[in-house]
């Protein structure tokens, strides 16, 4: 019988990896990389439960539990912030309490993720401990997994510590690292890892996924696009579903309104709109929703540029077809430009470079040079 790995899309990926499991081949150490929010995490997750426990069928009961993030040879790291104590003066225990807590609410919602008011990290007490457990011997299954979740977060010293597990890595051991921007990661770290891009989710699985959640079929659609391939962003949108209306899409509206003032407004208006944008307070990490702001701004820009070359109704954007007429006025390569401003300043921003001054100085470059407006 041959393995067969159940996480949503990706068949490319998906037949590799059961094509090397098949064969014996797994490699020790994944990087799980491409489109945010693409299934990475489920795919690791159901890697790993073929690889601990050597069922073909995801079903098997042992196999379950390595899904629902409850088996002893499965570890869990991804970026918190530390509470009441310093990382440095927690105990072991208290350390793998604290990723035993998130695994235990991913046992309830796989999709789950935590919000932060500040940027988390994964501190190298984490990273230096959940090495060592993976260098031991199994508990029940066949191998021990670490699945390393948002792995460009760590820091150097904590790269330093899991470069020298994969320079040797134990036997009996697989590790999955997810990263969506692994340029963050350390070439030595890259080189010993098989890299496995991921492509988007396409709506209808993800729409899919939201009406197994409860959604009716038309308000999963709509999510499901306006998501653009992202699984989690998708389940966000969904979980701020209320009777009231939804207060994620209301922030886009609001972001979608100071593109607008930034692209037609006058210079004051602009800057307006800035210093309005970076002190509101919207809860979760404030560094982490300016650089979702640019991402939004890169996806309306290519949204833009899409329309006007193909002449073809709006894909992802599909209740903006008003306001995409709007910004029709401008020529490819100055949206392309745009789109290429705004993916530095977002990594800028991610690096922690003043947000204020980083979206102005984006904002003012869009009215000089190439990318300068040459029609109404």
């Given at each position: ?173 697989l590790l999955v690292l997810v990263s969506f921007r ?144 709007r910004h029709a006025g401008l020529a490819p390569e ?43």
């Open positions: 019988m041959a393995h067969r790995l159940d996480f949503p899309g990706n068949e490319r990926v998906r037949r590799q990896l059961e094509r090397a499991l098949d064969a014996g081949r797994l490699a020790g150490a994944y990087l799980f990389e491409g489109a945010p929010g693409a299934g990475q995490e489920q795919a690791a997750v159901a890697l790993a439960a073929a690889a601990i426990t050597g069922h073909e069928d995801p079903d098997h009961p042992e196999a379950r539990r390595v899904h629902r993030y409850a088996h002893p040879d499965l570890h869990y790291l991804l970026p918190l912030t530390r509470g009441r104590k310093p990382w440095g003066e927690m105990t072991d225990s208290e350390l793998l309490g604290l990723f035993r807590e998130q695994q235990g609410r991913k046992s309830e919602d796989p999709w789950y993720l935590p919000r932060h008011d500040k940027a988390p990290h994964l501190p190298i007490e984490a990273v230096r401990l959940v090495m060592g457990i993976l260098a031991t011997r199994p508990f029940e299954g066949r191998r021990k997994a670490v699945i390393i979740r948002d792995a460009d977060l760590m820091r150097a010293d904590a790269q330093d510590t899991l470069l020298k597990s994969l320079e040797e890595p134990p036997p009996a051991s692994p340029e963050a990661l350390r070439p030595t770290i890259l080189s010993r890892c098989q890299r496995l891009p991921f492509d988007p989710l396409d709506p209808a699985t993800v729409s899919a996924l939201l009406r197994a959640r409860g959604l009716d079929a038309a308000r999963a659609d709509l999510l499901a696009t306006l998501s653009e391939g992202s699984a989690e962003q998708a389940v966000m949108l969904a979980a701020a579903e209320t009777e009231e209306g939804n207060a994620l899409l209301e922030r886009r509206e609001a972001w979608l309104e100071t593109i607008d003032t930034c692209e037609f407004g006058s210079e004051l208006e602009m800057m307006d709109a800035v210093q309005a944008l970076t002190s509101r307070k919207e809860g979760g990490n404030p560094t982490q929703a300016r650089a979702d702001f640019l991402s939004l701004a890169i996806s309306w820009y290519s949204e833009v540029l899409r329309c006007g070359l193909a002449g073809e109704p709006p894909r992802v954007h599909v209740d903006q077809e008003r306001r995409l007429r100055s949206l392309a430009e745009r789109i290429q401003r705004c993916e530095k300043a977002r990594g800028q921003i991610l690096a922690n470079a003043n947000a204020e001054l980083t979206l102005l100085s984006l904002f003012f470059s869009f009215r000089t040079g190439s990318a300068a407006r040459t029609a109404p």
